[in-house]
C-alpha cells in the first residue's frame, strides 16, 4: 500500500533543451507535462500526490461512480479526516461529540470511497492523523519537485519542500482520481526576495501577513509565487510552510521555496523518504531543483525583513494587514463596521475573547514552542478561553513528550485533539456574535469563525501574549520579560 | 444547462472580496450532495440564526427568475477552494457572476459547472454597479457581454472553456481521450 514516490528517472529529460536559465516552476512544471498546452487545450499535467479529506471529496467520488471509472493510482491518494472532526476526545463509550449528523455522515463517506477504491486513509487509529497540510509532509509524501494537489485550498504549504502544489475544486478532484492529471493553463511566476535578519518577536506569519498587506488579496492572482532570499533560506522548514500556505490569501495558485539542506535535513528517515542509495539519489535530483541565476519572473517584488513588524489583521481579509502597534486604517466602512472598529484606534489592548492556536497555517511543533514560551509560568487572561488544537497526531505526542501540553493546561488553556477547528469552524469550534478571536489561522473573513464573530490573524507568539492579558499585544513585551 | 448565450437582467452586490465564506459558510459543506445549497447561498446575509430573513438583506427583492446575472465588486470568489460556492449560486439561480477580477480557483470551479465568469474592465463594471437591473446579453461564442444601451464588450474566456461549455464536452473526458499519453508518461518516468 505505502509507497515510496522515489526521484524520477532523469534519462529523459538530459537533453530536452534545459541550457536556458528556468525558474524552479518551469523545471517542475516542464517534468510533469503529459500533453503541452496548445493555443486551444490547457496542458495536461501528471500528478505525484493527490491528498484527500472529507469536505471536497464526496461529490468527486460520487461522480466516479456514475461514470463507472475507477481510480487510476490509489497509491498516489493519501486520505485523512481533519475539517468537519471533533477536536474533543471521545467519551468513555468511545463516542465523539459530533457537531452534527451530517458530519459524522460526510466522514462515514471518506471511510467507505477509501476502502472500496483502495486509498490509505488516516482516520481515527491512525498515529497520524491530522490536518492534511501537516500530515502530508509529516509522512514525508510531501518531496521536491512533486506535483501535489488537494480539494483545499491551503495546499500551496507544500511548496516550502519545492513542490508544486494546487489547491483544486471538487471536479478537478475527480479528474485526478480517474486519471492522475490536472488540466491547468500554464500560470505566470511571480519572485518574491526577502532579505536581511527578522527582528525579536517578529516570526514566518508576521513575514506572510506582511507580504500579502502588501501585494493585496488579489495580488498574487494567476501567479505562482516563489519565495527565496536570505530571510527564507536562514528559515526552518515549519516558517516556509506557513509562509507557502497562505500564498491563496493573495490569490496566488501556489508558492514555492527551493529545496536546501534544511529541507533535505527534514525529510531524512520520514516513513514515505526513499532510504537507503534511493535517498542519495533523491537528493542529488532535488538540488537541481532550483532557480537558475539569470531565469526571469514575470513580476519581482523585494522586502528588507528589516521592516517587518509582528503583522495582525484589522479588518475582513488577510491583506488588511497592520504592524501590532499601529492605528486602524480609514478607507474600509464595511470592514470597519463589521469589525466594531473606529479609523485611527490602535489594535493593541482591544479587549480578546478567544485566542485560537492551530490551523494548517501555525499548528506546528514549533508553533506550539513558541506559544509556550510565552505561556509557560503564566496564567490565561481572566474572560479570555484558549485553544490550542495541535495540527496532527504525531505533533500532539511530540508536543507531550516535551510536556507543552502541560504548559497550556497549567496556564488554563484548553488542549485538544488535532483537525482545521476553529480555522473555519466547521466543527462547531465557534466563538459567540461580537467576540474577538486572536487567531493563528488564515482568514479573517466575516463569519468565518462563527455568526458575527471578529478575527485578528496573528502569530502564535502575538496570540500566546493576548493570551496572557487578554488584550491585543504585542509580544515583544512579554518576550522581554522571559529573557 | 445551455450556457451558450444568457439573456437576462443584472442584479447587483457592491461589494469587493465577496469570499467563498460569504458565498457558503462553511457549516453548510458537511453535505455529500451538490443539490440544494441554494438556501445556504449568502446565507448570513440573507438569514438570522434561527432562519427569519435579516434586516438589511442586500438580496431583499431580487427576482432571480428574471436577474440571473450578477454583478458584484473585485476579486469575486476570493478564499478557499469549496466547489460548494458555484453549485450554491447556480443552485440559487445565478447563471453568471460580473466582475473585474475573478480568484483563480473560483474561476475554474465556475466554469466546471456551467456558471459563467465574466470578467470585464472597471469601468464596465463600475457602470453595471451604477445602474441595478440593466438587460444584458452574454454570448460565450463571441466571448461578448452586450449592456442594453451602453455598448458590448469581449470577456477572456479560456478557448477549451468556450469548446466545454458550448458544445457539452466534458473535460474529464477530453482528458481520458489521452489515456495512452499517461500510460507511456508513467512508463517513461518510472511513475
Redesign the interface.
Known sequence: MRTAF?P??EG?HGASGMSDATTLFEKIWR?HV??PET????A?L?I?LHLLHE??S??AF?ELER?QLSV?RPDRCLATID??TPTLPPDADGAYAW??E??R??VE?LYRNCARHGIELHGWDSPNRGIVHVMGPELGATQPGMTIVC???H?ATHGAFGALAF??????V??VL????L?Q?KPQTLGIRIDGELRPGVTAKDVILHVIGRIG??GG??SVIEYFGSTIRNMDMEGRMTICNMS?EC?A?AGLVAPDETTFAWLRGRPRTPQGPAWDAAVADWKTLRTDAGAAFDRRVEIDAADIEPSITWGI?PGMVIGVDDTVPSGSP?ALDYMQLEAGVPMAGRKVDIVFIGSCTNSRLTDLRAAASILRGRRVAPGTRVLVVPGSALTRRQAEDEGLDAVFRDAGAEWREPGCSMC???NGDIGRPGDLVVSTSN?N????QG?GVRTVLASPLTAAASAVTGRVTDPRELLDAVS | MNTAVIESRTFNLPVDNIDTDQIIPARFLTTTERAGLGRACFFAWRFEEDGSEKPGNPLHGHRVEQQAVLVTGENFGCGSSREHAPWALLDYGFRAVVSSRFADIFRNNALKNGLLPVQVEPAVAAYLLDRPDQAVRIDVGTRTLSIEGYGAFEFPLDPFSAYCLTRGIDPLDFILQGAADIDRYEEQHGK
Open positions: 522515489g524520477r528517472s529523459a517534468r503529459v500533453r493555443a486551444e487545450t490547457p495536461v501528471y505525484d469536505v471536497t464526496p461529490q460520487a461514470r487510476r475539517h468537519s457537531h452534527s451530517q458530519a455522515s460526510q463517506t480539494g483545499d485550498s495546499t489547491g483544486i475544486g471538487t471536479t478537478e475527480g479528474h480517474a486519471s492522475q492529471c488540466l493553463n488579496v488579489g492572482t494567476g491563496i490569490g495558485r481579509h464595511d473555519l469552524g466547521m482568514r473573513f466575516k463569519g468565518r455568526p
